[in-house]
C-alpha cells in the first residue's frame, strides 16, 4: 500500500504498470488520465473506501440479553436465548437483502420489535430502539480512521468539490455522524445519505438521486467512490454517476463491466481528479 506505483488494467484484461490510479476510460488505457470534463462533486462510501472496517466484536447478542433481561423481566437463560435469536435473524435478513441487491433496506427498530413481540415479550417504550442502537455502537467500534484520509478529503473540499456520503448501513445517522465529527470529517461533507435512514439501499437508483438532490448537482458533473463494483460502481452509473472502484481495503475485481476508474486510495482519486 505504500508503494508509489499501482497495477492497471490493460486494454486486454492484463496488468500494466502506471502510477496511482487505474485506468480504463471509454475502452482505453492511459497512464497519465484525468477526466475529460471538470467535476463539481464527489461522492463516497463509508465503510472500507474513507474508513477500514474490522469484523465485528460478536458482543450484539450478550448486550442484547442483558438488556432484555432488565429491561423485560426475562430469566437470564430467556435473555440469552432471544438475545441470539433477535440477532440471528437480523443477520440473516441483512444479509438476504445485500445477496439479493433489493432496494429497500431494513427498519432494524421494526425487525426488533417483531422479534421481541415474537417471542411474547412486551415491547417496554424504547426497547426497540435501544436493542437497535446495541447494532449501531458494535459497527462503529468497529471502525478505524486514517489521518491522511481525512487530510485528503479536507483537500478536495479545499479545491471546491462538493461532498457527500452515501452508505449502506443499519446504524442510526446520530452514531454514525457523532463518528465522523470525532474523525473530523463531518464538517466536510454537504450531505450525507445513510440508507436506514430513507429506506433505500445501494444500488437502488433512489438512494443516489437523493445525494444529487442534497448536493445540488447533476449526475454528469459527479463521481462516485466505493470498493464495491455492484453498489458503488454499477449502481452510479446506471444513473449517469462515474464510477469509481477503490483497492486501499477491498480489492474487489471490477469485471467485465470496468469502472470509470480503479485507484489505489483517496489520493488516487484525487490524481484522476486534477
Known amino acids: 500500500m505504500n508503494s508509489n506505483r499501482a497495477p492497471a488494467i490493460g486494454p486486454a484484461g492484463g496488468i500494466t504498470e502506471v502510477s496511482q490510479v487505474r485506468y480504463r ?113 458494535e459497527d462503529v467500534a468497529r471502525f478505524e480512521h486514517d489521518p491522511r484520509c481525512v487530510a485528503e478529503v479536507e483537500r478536495l473540499k479545499a479545491e471546491g468539490y462538493r461532498l457527500a456520503i452515501v452508505s449502506n448501513t443499519l446504524t442510526r445517522p446520530g452514531l454514525l455522524d457523532a463518528y465522523l465529527g470525532r474523525i473530523g470529517l463531518l464538517h466536510l461533507f454537504v450531505a450525507r445519505v445513510y440508507s436506514v435512514e430513507i429506506g433505500r439501499r445501494k444500488p437502488d437508483p433512489g438512494i443516489y438521486a437523493e445525494a444529487l438532490k442534497r448536493l445540488g448537482c447533476e449526475p454528469k458533473d459527479a463521481v462516485f467512490i466505493g470498493d464495491r463494483v455492484r453498489e458503488d460502481v454499477l449502481g452510479p452509473q446506471a444513473v449517469g454517476i462515474r464510477g469509481v472502484l477503490t483497492h486501499e481495503f477491498r480489492q474487489e475485481d471490477p469485471g467485465p463491466s470496468p469502472p470509470f476508474a480503479v485507484v489505489r486510495d483517496i489520493a488516487g482519486l484525487r490524481a484522476l481528479l486534477s
Open 25 to 137: 476510460a471509454a475502452g482505453t488505457l492511459a497512464g497519465e488520465c484525468a477526466l475529460e470534463v471538470a467535476m463539481k462533486a464527489v461522492l463516497f462510501d463509508l465503510g472500507d473506501t474513507l474508513i477500514r472496517l474490522h469484523p465485528l466484536a460478536g458482543r450484539m447478542a450478550a448486550d442484547g440479553a442483558k438488556l432484555i433481561e432488565a429491561r423485560a423481566g426475562l430469566a437470564p437463560e430467556d435473555a440469552n436465548a432471544l438475545g441470539r435469536q433477535l440477532v440471528q435473524r437480523l443477520e440473516e435478513d441483512n444479509l438476504r437483502a445485500s445477496e439479493a441487491g433489493g432496494a429497500f433496506e431494513l427498519d432494524p427498530v421494526q425487525l426488533m420489535t417483531e422479534g421481541l413481540v415474537g417471542a411474547g415479550v412486551g415491547v417496554s417504550p424504547g426497547l426497540a430502539a435501544e436493542l437497535a442502537d446495541l447494532i449501531g455502537h
